[in-house]
């Protein structure tokens, strides 16, 4: 029970700090961030696969919001 709300707790303090930190960070540091923890919160330990894993969805999910549905995203200190 007490690992449960430590993993709630972290994700729910990660969810915050995405919400304050997007605008000034920008949507792919952001999301890699909040993805990496989410993964470790789950269990994944391989470091190499967090990353792939963190770095391949926040491209994908950037290419589908910006160039297919049109959305403008946060761009942050991150600007091409």
């Known amino acids: 029970k007490g690992k449960d709300l430590q993993r709630v707790t972290t994700l ?18 952001c999301s890699a961030a909040l993805l990496v923890v989410v993964l470790r919160v789950l269990g994944l330990r391989s470091k190499v696969k967090i990353i792939l894993i963190s770095l391949c969805t926040t491209l994908i999910s950037y290419y589908i919001f910006v160039h297919i549905l049109d959305v403008s995203l946060p761009r942050g200190w991150v600007s091409f």
Not at 12 to 29: D, E, Q
């Open 12 to 29: 729910a303090l990660m969810l915050v700090f995405f919400g304050v930190t997007l605008r000034y960070a920008g949507y792919l540091l």
